[in-house]
């Protein structure tokens, strides 16, 4: 069975953890596309060749989840050449057997338009900010909450505005705003809305 469930959104909205957790009920496959920006960003010299030479070494080094590696990430991601370099590989994932759940920026309108189910998961710059900070060691983290802050609103604002693939819901994506709801209510309702589809 070929299934696809299409997760976008900005940082630290809960893609992540939904994800997950919709990936470990169904039993499909979950692939972090971020994290080939991620790797692709911290690789360092040319980004396309980068992108285009991109290893599960790259893809496995203990620095993706860094502020700088995100950073870094949504600076080569407004280049057309790095995200077609990544393209067909998203595709065929999105498409093998056994059903697969992706997430990132731009899954429900560019990379899986055919997505059987596409969300678009949303917080407010706040309420993401502080789960990022906390994610980092709240008190205890190097960056102060308002970095974080200033670092969440400038890759939302970089993200959106770029020319090719700007992250933005898909018109037919199921929105989930997670600013006041828990972690288990969010994975309950998209649990619920694949369910409905399969
Ligand atoms: O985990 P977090 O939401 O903070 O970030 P991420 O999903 O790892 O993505 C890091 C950056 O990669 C984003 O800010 C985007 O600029 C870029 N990205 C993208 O352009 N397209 C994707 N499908 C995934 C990530």
Redesign the pocket.
Known sequence: MKFTVAIDG????G??TISRAVAARFGFEHL???????AVGMKGGDPVLAAQGLTSADLSRDDLRSLEA?QA??QV?VLPDV?AALTEFQRSFARRKGGAVL?????GTV?CPQAEVKLFVTASAEIRARR?WLELGGEAAEEAFEVVLAQVRE?DD??MNRAD?P?RPAADAVMVDTSDMSIEDAVAFAVATVSARL
Do not use: E, N, Q, V
């Open positions: 900005p940082a630290a909205a893609k992540g972090d596309t971020g994290l080939l920006y991620r995100g990430a949504s991601a995200r997430d990132g920026r731009d899954i990379i990022r890759r970089r993200d693939a992250m």
